[in-house]
């Protein structure tokens, strides 16, 4: 409910008593005193009203006999804690009305870790319980996202230029993987892709209508790349909710030695001995 309190009504508070006690006790009974005071201090037009008011009783000498009323208390607002001053003049100017509101009300202010971490002292050659005491502060060594095999693993991770995202991911991987085993996790990552690539591929050659299946060997590179592609494609099928954790649960099952990356290995491994016969060697006699 929104009350506007404008020149006649006042003016007519003034004059008839009885208008004014039941129109005080409408408000008491609405619990509108708050509504009111709100429209104080936010509309100009109010203090406007105000104002006209206050010399509407000086000219009926009314303000030394109603100053203590209910409705001059409800405009009479304590400067402690207010947002504005009312003064006796017409041309009054506002203070501020509100504090540097530079950001939005409900964004979250997030900590900054300025400071280094706390790491123990080393004690004093002469304090020998401390010195009993001491423990190594322990710290993860997790490799930089410029590592070699980090960084080629990014890119085949990236999806539509977001190379952030396929960072994120691998960092993902490498803090679970550490989490689970409690080891290294790169050399786990490293030992893992080595698992999972082959060490030849087989491709399919036309000789005129005959098309026949070709072993092809692969470089260190392409080695890489084929087992880190299965890795990736077999982590889908693994419930999870975070990409990275489901990359990491993989690499786990193929140090395990129970991954279908072994499998897809092994398939391909026997299709290139299976048509090894069809490979361009010549063969000469010393």
Known sequence: MKLFVGKEVLKLLSENRSIYHSTSNFL??????QTINRLLSTSSSVYSDYLSYQSHLS???????RSDTPLTKLFQRSTQGSIRKFSSSRNAKFSATFKNLDRHPRARRLKIL???PIVPKF?????????????????????????PLIDYMTGLLMRKGKRD????????????????????PFGLLARAIGLASPLVMTRS????????????PLNEIQRARRGILWIVKQSEKRPGKKFGERLAMEVIAVLNGNSEVLKLKAEQHRLALVN???LRTRVTRA
């Open 28 to 33: 008491k009974d609405n619990r509108c005193y």
């Open 59 to 65: 000219e009926l000498s009314l303000s030394s006999s």
């Open 114 to 116: 300025t400071s280094e």
């Open 123 to 147: 004690p004093s050659a002469e304090d020998e319980d401390s010195i009993r005491s001491y423990v190594e502060p322990r710290s993860v060594n997790l490799p930089t996202l410029e590592e």
């Open 165 to 184: 995202t396929a960072s994120k991911h691998c960092i993902t991987l490498l803090s679970h993987l550490r989490l689970v085993t409690g080891q290294e």
């Open 205 to 216: 050659e036309s000789k005129r209508i005959k098309v026949t299946t070709v072993p092809v």
């Open 276 to 278: 090894r016969a069809n």
